[in-house]
């Protein structure tokens, strides 16, 4: 039987329907909206096309969005100059800056200089940290929206054993740790496949996934032989292939064999149309909570509070 789709693009329609109502009740009540800035370094252009995405997202919520692109040669400490423009601006409520970056820019500093109640990436190490211990703060949007996708399909985790393959900052390792946390989903048991892991391990591995979330980029990498019947598969990998057939020369294609992959799980998502478009909504959510100011940090000051689970 074929499996369910994932539907990531009718999913994110609904949250962000949820964000736009909310907007319009922050207008109504004489607030402004929400602003997020993207700052763009160079021209890659999977990049362009991300960034303006992003800012046709924020239009659609009714977010102010601005896009500041710079020149391939900036230096680091102009970039850092900018982004700390930004974090002083009481008008801007989130700061991204798309990656990857030009090799003279080290992403660490640039992460890091972004203020973590800002962060709506959720890459700055205070909010991994926080995100790593279970406390609020913001988190990476890519693992939010597939978490978000587990919670409204209602796929269990709990004691599941989950596989995920990448172990990139952005998305294989914080999906790890979101899915071996406390909380729904969440609970389940992790393997993590990189670049490292051997093929004869990956081929033992990935198919004892129950849930499967592959982040590579690596067209074809997963193919039916190696998934589980009755598996979650979810295929985060976005490479462009020469196609002659569309309009643009390219197509997106993930990581997972769908055509032979679809038969045999019980869930999967589409490339595109699944993980893809819940990122951009769970970045909307992010900078909607960044405007709240739901993340002061001020909490991680005082005296902690029996409030948090001991998952221990
Ligand atoms: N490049 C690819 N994905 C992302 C993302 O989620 N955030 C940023 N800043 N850059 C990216």
Redesign the pocket.
Known sequence: MAATLLDGKAVSQQIKEEIRDEVTRLSTAGQRPPHLVVLLVGDNPA?VI?VRNKMRACEMVGFSSTMKRFPEAITEAELLRKVNDFNRDPDVDGI?????LPDHITPQKVTQAIHPSKDV?G?HPLNVGLMTLNFPCLM???PSGILELLRRYQIPTKGKHCVVVGRSR??GRPTSIMMSRGGQPGEATVSLCHKYTPPEDLARIVPQADILIVAVGKPGLITADMVKPGAVVIDVGTTRVPADDTKSGYRIKGDVDFAEVKDKASFITPVPGGVGPM?IAL?LRNTLDAYKQRFDFSHLLQTPSNSYEDES
């Open positions: 990049s991300y991204i800056v798309q990656m990857p990436d890459f990476p949007a890519t952005i998305v990122t970045l």
